[in-house]
């Protein structure tokens, strides 16, 4: 076991296999997640405890639950319903934003993987594309753009099927995505907590589920450019999947970037 592995184990706050949904929940508890900021941290384990203790009670069997974890659809469910508590709280993160039909801007990927994507987004993404094979694609449009976009109109074509990353960027200042597609500094966009708390929800699942669980994350890119390409979904995830530090390495990313801009507020 390698030492990352064993840090992960032994943060679980307990060893052996989890047997019932409670004890999936106090390990839950008892994770830690170095790097993102507690109140993202608590928020994430309270979101991801009710998860766990909800599809218990309705009688999700055990490693149902755990598969959703590390697939990532838990993680989707606290956000989505986060996001639903801020728009009803008259909270919506798209209030006020300046995005419209064709700007595309924020689909000019950056980075080396144009996005953190769980297992079951990438799967969606490349059933939805993977009809799409061999068409012009946004790369037609800009070199870095998302594969997904339909060049001419600049719209999506995995829309219904697009990660949470593509859900959760939001800005007031059109000219700002442009700014920063071309790499230069510009205030606007952003991406909306329930991001944030998604991250931290995922890289809790890998906690308390422990090393042998398979909770990956891919790259968006990677995974996008593989359907229109042609390749099968099983080729194409593989070459797409992130090493272990990569979800870490994002959650450190994403809370720094929170930290900042709470301190800026």
Not at 112 to 140: F, K, S, V, W, Y
Not at 225 to 237: H, I, K, S, Y
């Amino acid at each position: 076991m390698s030492r990352a592995d064993r840090r992960r184990r032994a943060a679980t706050g307990g060893r052996g296999p989890v047997t019932d949904a409670d004890a999936l929940a106090r390990r839950i508890r008892a994770a830690k997640l170095p790097g993102t900021p507690p109140e993202l941290a608590e928020r994430a384990k309270k979101a991801l405890e009710a998860f766990v203790e909800s599809a218990a009670a309705q009688g999700v069997p055990l490693a149902e639950i755990a598969r959703h974890m590390a697939d990532g659809r838990a993680a989707a469910t606290i956000a989505h319903v986060e996001r639903e508590q801020a728009t009803a709280q008259g909270q919506d993160p798209a209030k006020g934003a300046a995005c419209a039909a064709g700007c595309a801007f924020c689909c000019i990927l950056s980075g080396e993987d144009g996005g953190t994507i769980t297992a079951h987004e990438a799967e969606r993404l490349h059933a939805a594309l993977a009809p799409r094979a061999g068409e012009p694609d946004g790369r037609d449009w800009h070199p870095n753009a998302c594969p997904a976009l339909d060049p001419a109109t600049r719209m999506c074509r995995a829309y219904e099927a697009r990660p949470l990353i593509c859900r959760s960027y939001h800005s007031a200042d059109a000219a700002a995505c442009e700014a920063n597609a071309a790499g230069e500094p510009a205030p606007g966009a952003r991406l909306a907590g329930a991001h944030l708390t998604y991250l931290a929800a995922h890289g809790l699942a890998r906690a308390a589920l422990g090393p042998r669980a398979r909770v990956e994350t891919f790259a968006l890119r990677e995974v996008a450019r593989a359907a229109v390409e042609g390749q099968d979904a099983e080729t194409a995830l593989a070459a797409a999947r992130h090493g272990p530090p990569a979800l870490d390495a994002e959650r450190r990313r994403t809370g720094r970037a929170w930290t900042a801009a709470r301190g800026r507020g």
